[in-house]
């Protein structure tokens, strides 16, 4: 279960007005505060604390001043006019993230406290799983990528995005464990909280699991998925989301496809499999700026990975060999993926090794 953090946000204003609506903006976001009055600072409470909101009242106090606190990140000075220069550059003096004004700033600050509230971290590598053509087998390497990641200790929420495909939690042996299912998220608005979507979901094999149900049920509006997906990346690690193909105009997968990092489509290893597929990675590619092909064996008519992505024009993220009892093994309860020394857990270990790393490099460069 995911834990929200156990500090306090720490807030510093003698402006009774502010502090008002400083505490109340942290009891909608389900966030306990602590105010700090007088100076100096106790430097404990401000290292400590997850968030520090500074009304422009006590900017002063941070910079410069006998017993100011060092300086740390996470410190936002919240001002009323923004057309007061002097806020401004008492923010930059006393070096804070954000200068943000009331009323106007009041969601965007909700949110900055909740993330704050539930420990938020980078946010989760996402990746789409699509397929080329009927039968690819996207949804079993949706479910591999999310077993792998899981064991390997790493945060996975896997996202079944086909309201037809029948639901991801029987690919993964858990129909009938407790949980939401999207008809459950199908009516959120606005800003959905990470650790109770976490807390609310299947845990089958270390995986979050968003699935369908079995029931008869309108499919989730763009709405609901922007709200949804954006509550599972925040709290890092990775989000599999698996799209079913030709619905790339739905308003639905659009919201997905916008927050996906890369996306894989799962092509077949013949020529029936590439013709379909290329019109789907056509449209794909109009949304994301990151889209490769993984080749699914057996590889009997002659083209290998490398010539079908080129025949697709996209990059290769990998071949897939046939996996020997895959079938039998998903019936008995073993999830796709589980099998160590399967092809499928050898080609998503590499995979999460490469793109992990890979968003690394990106991150030391940015």
Same mark, same amino acid.
């Given at each position: 279960?995911?834990?929200?953090?156990?500090?306090?946000? !720490?807030?510093?204003?003698?402006?009774?007005?502010?502090?008002?609506?400083?505490?109340?903006?942290? /009891?909608?976001?389900?966030?306990?505060?602590?105010?700090?009055?007088?100076?100096?600072?106790?430097?404990?409470?401000?290292?400590?604390?997850?968030?520090?909101?500074?009304?422009?009242?006590?900017?002063?106090?941070?910079?410069?001043?006998?017993? $100011?606190?060092?300086?740390?990140?996470?410190?936002?000075?919240?001002?009323?006019?923004?057309?007061?220069?002097? #806020?401004?550059?008492?923010?930059?003096?006393?070096?804070?993230?954000?200068?943000?004004?009331?009323?106007?700033?009041?969601?965007?600050?909700?949110?900055?406290?909740?993330? $704050?509230?539930?420990?938020?971290?980078?946010?989760?590598?996402?990746?789409?799983?699509?397929?080329?053509?009927?039968?690819?087998?996207?949804?079993?390497?949706?479910?591999?990528?999310?077993?792998?990641?899981?064991?390997? %200790?790493?945060? $996975?929420?896997?996202?079944?995005?086909?309201?037809?495909?029948?639901?991801?939690?029987?690919?993964?042996?858990?129909?009938?464990?407790?949980?939401?299912?999207?008809? +459950?998220? +199908?009516?959120?608005?606005?800003?959905?909280?990470?650790?109770?979507?976490?807390?609310?979901?299947?845990?089958?094999? %270390?995986?979050?699991?968003?699935?369908?149900?079995?029931?008869? +049920?309108?499919?989730?509006?763009?709405? +609901?998925?922007?709200?949804?997906?954006?509550?599972?990346?925040?709290?890092?690690?990775?989000? #599999?989301?698996?799209?079913?193909?030709?619905?790339?105009?739905?308003? $639905?997968?659009?919201? &997905?496809?916008?927050?996906?990092?890369?996306?894989?489509?799962?092509?077949?290893?013949?020529?029936?499999?590439?013709?379909?597929?290329?019109?789907?990675?056509?449209?794909?590619?109009?949304?994301?700026?990151?889209?490769?092909?993984?080749?699914?064996?057996?590889?009997?008519?002659?083209? %290998?990975?490398?010539?079908?992505?080129?025949?697709?024009?996209?990059?290769? /993220?990998?071949?897939?060999? /046939?996996?020997?009892?895959?079938?039998?093994?998903?019936?008995?309860? #073993?999830?796709?993926?589980?099998?160590?020394?399967?092809?499928?857990?050898?080609?998503?270990?590499?995979?999460?090794?490469?793109? !992990?790393?890979?968003?690394?490099?990106?991150?030391?460069? &940015?």
């Amino acid at each position: 279960m995911a834990e929200t953090t156990t500090e306090p946000i !720490l807030i510093l204003t003698e402006d009774a007005r502010l502090l008002d609506d400083l505490l109340r903006l942290c /009891a909608a976001a389900g966030a306990e505060a602590e105010v700090a009055h007088g100076a100096p600072v106790n430097e404990s409470a401000w290292r400590a604390a997850p968030l520090v909101l500074v009304g422009e009242d006590r900017a002063a106090h941070l910079h410069g001043a006998a017993g $100011a606190p060092p300086r740390r990140p996470g410190v936002l000075l919240v001002g009323r006019d923004p057309e007061r220069r002097e #806020v401004w550059e008492r923010g930059i003096r006393a070096g804070a993230e954000q200068v943000v004004f009331l009323p106007e700033a009041e969601p965007w600050l909700a949110g900055r406290i909740a993330d $704050a509230a539930e420990g938020a971290a980078e946010q989760a590598l996402t990746i789409s799983v699509t397929a080329g053509r009927g039968g690819a087998g996207a949804s079993t390497l949706a479910c591999a990528l999310a077993v792998t990641a899981a064991r390997s %200790g790493r945060r $996975a929420v896997l996202v079944d995005g086909d309201p037809l495909g029948g639901g991801l939690d029987v690919l993964l042996g858990g129909e009938t464990v407790e949980g939401l299912r999207w008809p +459950a998220f +199908a009516g959120s608005r606005g800003r959905v909280g990470a650790v109770a979507l976490e807390d609310a979901l299947p845990r089958l094999h %270390g995986v979050h699991v968003l699935s369908w149900g079995r029931a008869d +049920a309108p499919g989730a509006g763009a709405e +609901a998925t922007r709200s949804v997906l954006a509550a599972a990346r925040r709290r890092g690690g990775v989000v #599999v989301v698996d799209l079913p193909r030709g619905a790339e105009r739905d308003g $639905a997968v659009c919201e &997905a496809l916008a927050q996906v990092d890369l996306g894989l489509l799962v092509v077949p290893a013949e020529l029936r499999g590439v013709a379909a597929s290329g019109r789907v990675a056509a449209r794909l590619s109009t949304a994301l700026n990151d889209l490769r092909a993984v080749v699914r064996g057996p590889f009997g008519s002659g083209l %290998g990975g490398g010539e079908v992505a080129r025949l697709l024009r996209l990059p290769l /993220a990998g071949e897939l060999p /046939a996996e020997d009892g895959l079938r039998s093994a998903v019936e008995r309860g #073993v999830p796709p993926g589980a099998v160590r020394g399967g092809p499928l857990a050898r080609f998503c270990s590499g995979f999460w090794e490469q793109a !992990l790393a890979a968003r690394e490099q990106a991150g030391a460069a &940015a």
